[in-house]
């Protein structure tokens, strides 16, 4: 993987989105996806949904999930799919994938267990 890009949000976040095989985005987030944070998540996803054939949002160090998190990829789900590029989650933790499925996103966004099977599925 190369050509690495950090964006640091308030304390509790931080995104890194990298470039893997195929020139597909790889977005590891790690902290809470909260209110204070999902403007620039949801910047970094969009920015990857226009300008790479598909990406996948790392969700293994995610602890906390709220409303507006879920509105941040359900925003870049839809703008991956107007664009004709995939987009998937990968490796949420078990409470978070909980969040995922209580509302339904798990059923709008594919969900990988790994970001291996994420990034060859």
Known sequence: ??????????????????????????VTVTGEV??????????????????????????????FLDSS??????????AAES???WFRLAAPRQGVLRVLQLVGVDTLIVCHPTVEEALTA
């Open 1 to 26: 993987m190369a050509d690495i890009e950090g964006a640091a949000v308030p304390e509790r976040l931080l995104i890194t989105r990298t470039t893997a095989d195929g020139g597909v985005s790889l």
């Open 34 to 63: 909260d209110l204070d944070g999902s403007g620039q998540l949801l910047d970094v996803l969009l920015s990857c949904v226009q300008t790479a054939p598909g990406t996948v949002v790392d969700f293994s160090e995610v602890h």
């Open 69 to 78: 998190g879920i509105n941040v990829l359900i925003a870049a789900h839809r």
């Open 83 to 85: 664009r004709g590029v």
